[in-house]
């Protein structure tokens, strides 16, 4: 695999979920990044490239900041020449782990554990430049995850699954959630108190009121509850009474 | 509060779009999370204090969302461009409640078309079934920006939607000072539900939630602080 071959399949794992769909997920968005991996294969064995190129957009899911290990993997058994069906399973095999590991990472640890942390900057007079910071820092994160991605895939191939075992994934995944309650902890009472700031202490006690009958809610609510919805609802109940009494 | 120019407009337009596509799509570098967008349409709308202030009160519920694999969640990017739209130049708390009110309606509108982006993604692999299974790399890529492409039109025609919102609610705004102040207050208290709610259904009951009372508690010291 060369070098371009390599820098082309990691920009395109930044739109990995292009073609997101119900049944392939991210099939598509796989096949296309594996594209430029899969080049060498064409001239030196062209059966094998078009059934690896069939194999590249299939079903497959994860989350996409880690599915450069799966890439990588994937591409390298391939061109080890590694019997289709084995490649199928590593496939499927895949999926869940790096669906898992990386959801709790990211979507549950990292995102808000930064985004918290952007809100607490702005509401200690950062401003725009808390902003700027939380780009910085999750974008410095997730492009490094992913070239840390794609070379530890190529590298490891079949054997992927130790590696990320090995790694130091599932210790990040584990420390950053608690990191991430905190964050979110210390947001909240800064982030009601700059809100509120300038309204009359009548209005604050509705604020309070709707924030924990919001929070009883999504506790005992059941299903139908959410967040959206209940502001839907409280919106347009106080907008449609407020024109009528006001 | 001076009119949107027509530049003005159409750059918010463009940024919704890009908002819209960073979602799901690409890059995801977080430009859809509410407090990037909103602060970026804050500095387009020349009203960087409404951008962040939208920003940061959509953000809270945008910490409730999980946006993972086949849920379906609100889409509260372009919403939050839209909510900007719609208050800047107004003075703070004036307008907060029609804003959110607008930004609600688009996220849940957005988290449809998300889905039903996904049934034609679905649709046009079935139109390639034979190229695919042919091994076909032109019908791969064919795909790929297929569904790029589509999911930009949903966020443009998404965000054209929720600008034209923000121009109806800048021209009819609620007149009635203690109606926008009730409005104000229940946006606020909903979104500080919303991120309670969540944070706390994401503590569950192991160490993340003794961590999560730490911040509170470090929060509410902070705030007492700030006075």
Redesign the interface.
Known sequence: MTAPGRVRAFLRLFAIQGDWNYERMLGVGMGYAAEPLLDELRTRDPVRHTAAVVRSAEFFNCNPNLAGLALGALARAERDGVPGEQVSRLRTALCGPLGAIGDRLFWTGVVPALSALAIAAVVLGAGAWAIAGFLLAYNTLRVGTAWWSLRTGLREGLQVGGAVGRSWLPRAAERVGPMAGFAVGLAIPLAGRWLMQGLAPTVMALVLFLAVGGVALSRWGGTHYSAVRYALVVLILLAAGGMVML | MSPLDPTTLLLLLAWGTVVALDL????????A?P??AG??AG?IAGD?TAG??L???L??????V?????ARY?DHGPATVAAVAAAAGAP??ERL??A??LA??L??LGGWSLQRL??L??A??HGRAAA??????PG??A??????GR?AVRGLLLTALGLAGALLLRAFP?V?P??Q???????????????????????GR???????????????M??LR?G
């Open positions: 799901v799509s690409v890059p995801q570098a977080m430009y999370r407090v990037v602060t970026v500095l960087v962040l202030q920003g940061v009160l953000e809270l519920f945008a910490l409730d999980l946006p993972v694999g086949a609100p703070w708390p409640g029609t959110v009110l609600m309606l996220a849940v996904r049934y993604n679905a046009a692999l695919l299974a042919a091994g076909s790399e791969i890529r795909l790929q920006w297929g569904g790029l999911d609620p009635a203690r109606l102040a009730l409005l104000a207050a229940a946006a606020i208290g909903c979104a500080l539900a919303a991120v309670a709610g969540g944070a706390a259904r994401s503590a192991g160490p993340r939630l003794y961590w999560l009372v730490a911040g509170l508690a470090a929060g509410v902070i705030a700030l």
